[in-house]
């Protein structure tokens, strides 16, 4: 069982950034990739990034490619979304998540444990 709490979220004008961090429990976190998403109410869920369980591939949604860095630290259990040059339309609930399985995926159905989820809020 993983249990994930996201962190970092609050409300920055546009232009600036914020870090997102995902703390998680349980002996398998450094097993397998963590998924960084998000959700607009009345919106379908989207992907923004995934980080290997190594830290050593990475794949990015183009909407936020050059802006957002996932990363991770299997020592403390954490992983990261740097978010810079934030946009009004990244305002929304970012969430962190995991699964058990192989590899990086983007598909939200293989992920078994999420967060909470962090509001993130950017003013014009």
């Known amino acids: 069982q993983v249990q994930l709490v996201e962190s970092g979220g609050g409300l920055v004008q546009a232009g600036g950034s914020l870090r997102l961090s995902c703390a998680a429990s349980g002996r398998t976190f450094s097993s397998y990739a963590i998924g960084w998403f998000r959700q607009v109410p009345g919106k379908v869920r989207e992907f923004l990034a995934v980080?290997?369980?190594?830290?050593?591939?990475?794949v990015y949604v183009d909407s936020v490619k050059g802006r957002f860095t996932i990363s991770r630290d299997n020592a403390k259990n954490t992983a990261y979304l740097q978010m810079n040059s934030l946009k009004p339309e990244d305002t929304a609930i970012y969430y962190c998540?995991?699964?058990?399985?192989?590899?990086?995926?983007?598909?939200?159905?293989?992920?078994?444990?999420w967060g909470q989820g962090t509001q993130v809020t950017v003013s014009s």
């Open positions: 980080v290997s369980w190594s830290g050593g591939s990475t």
């Open positions: 998540a995991t699964g058990l399985f192989d590899g990086i995926t983007m598909d939200s159905s293989f992920y078994n444990y």
